[in-house]
């Protein structure tokens, strides 16, 4: 099977030949360690991010390490205050929308223009055998950073209409952002919108109903392919919702937050499980420890179908690289199907 037909089979929720290998993104520092490459520069506060690899570099990448899918990064600015962290990773810090004053910061590049979509097509035309994944924010995460999460979280109850407006603002651009993508060719819409903490979501599930969900579908009935939903934290009062938006996966079913095995008993006949090596492992493990968890995990959620495996969020900067490689070389090892661990 190709990376594409392995990953589509498991949407399908049949058997593969291999448990497809689906990772969400590679920090460029850990690439560096790993291939060699230079790293990047983390954009400023209120520009595009783009992806940080050349379609030639993901699938190297993809191919050293056995991942099934190369990605492409495209999201809307995100208005906030933004740092570098170790190694050169970044991270989002104070918001800058406060209130309806500051929406005229928001600028957003014209979604209808073809300059935009330039890299993209390049991307779609030389993806050879990879699902190609179009790995973007959906809207909802963008506001929450640019408001800063207590101001968002404030103003849902004290000023609704400046939230939706701003969420209107982002859902609206990635709305037609997603039907050109879906037209250029990719494989999987792959949206990162953490709603949630470990010990359940950012507001009730009503909220993400009533305020969030129409906006989701506003945008999926744009999607005509599979679309991917990551989001850290316990997300199992929504997964109903999920289901009811179309969700072809969830990812990463983040442990210590979700079990895993109790989503793929009660949602596997309906998506794809993604997940859910466990990053501590990854980064301050050994790969004896990460071996026995690609083992357990690949024993218990991969027979009949219906999952792939990937670490718990990403691989990060900070993991160490012979865990990451310890990982790629048990999936090989023990993904192949039948699935027969013990």
């Not at 316990?234 to 937050?257: F, Y």
Request: aromatic residues 10%; contains cysteine; proline residues 5%.
């Amino acid at each position: 099977m190709t990376s594409r037909e392995r990953i589509m089979a498991a949407l399908k929720r049949q058997e593969p030949d291999r448990v497809p290998f689906a990772e969400l993104g590679i920090d460029r520092a850990l690439a560096e360690r790993l291939m060699g490459w230079p790293t990047t520069q983390t954009a400023a506060a209120g520009t595009l991010t783009k992806n940080p690899y050349s379609v030639e570099e993901s699938k190297a990448l993809a191919a050293f390490l056995g991942c099934d899918c190369i990605w492409y990064l495209l999201r809307a600015p995100t208005f906030a205050r933004q740092g570098v962290g170790q190694e050169g990773r970044g991270f989002m810090g104070e918001g800058m929308i406060k209130s309806e004053a500051d929406l005229d910061k928001i600028k957003l590049p014209d979604p209808h223009k073809d300059e935009l979509y330039r890299e993209a097509e390049h991307f779609a035309k030389n993806k050879g055998d990879y699902a190609l994944v179009f790995a973007t924010r959906i809207g909802f995460f963008q506001t929450v950073l640019s408001m800063g999460t207590e101001n968002f979280l404030v103003s849902l109850y004290t000023d609704r209409p400046l939230v939706e407006k701003i969420l209107d603002l982002y859902f609206d651009w990635m709305t037609v952002v997603v039907e050109r993508m879906c037209q250029i060719g990719y494989d999987i819409f792959w949206t990162t919108d953490d709603y949630a903490y470990k010990t359940g979501m950012f507001f009730s599930p009503a909220i993400f109903r009533e305020v969030i969900a129409p906006r989701y579908r506003r945008a999926l009935n744009k999607c005509t392919i599979p679309w991917f939903l990551h989001s850290d934290g316990n997300i199992m009062e929504s997964m109903d919702t999920l289901v009811d938006l179309g969700v072809a996966a969830t990812h990463p079913n983040e442990k210590g937050a979700m079990d895993i095995r109790e989503v793929k008993r009660k949602y596997g006949d309906r998506i794809c499980v993604i997940g859910n090596l466990d990053l501590n492992i990854l980064g301050m493990g050994t790969p004896e420890e990460t071996d026995r968890e690609v083992k357990e995990l690949i024993r218990d959620l991969a027979p009949g179908g219906g999952y792939m495996i990937s670490s718990g969020n990403s691989l990060a900067s900070y993991l160490k690289p012979e865990n990451v490689l310890a990982m790629s070389k048990a999936i090989q090892k023990y993904g192949k199907y039948p699935i027969r661990l013990g």
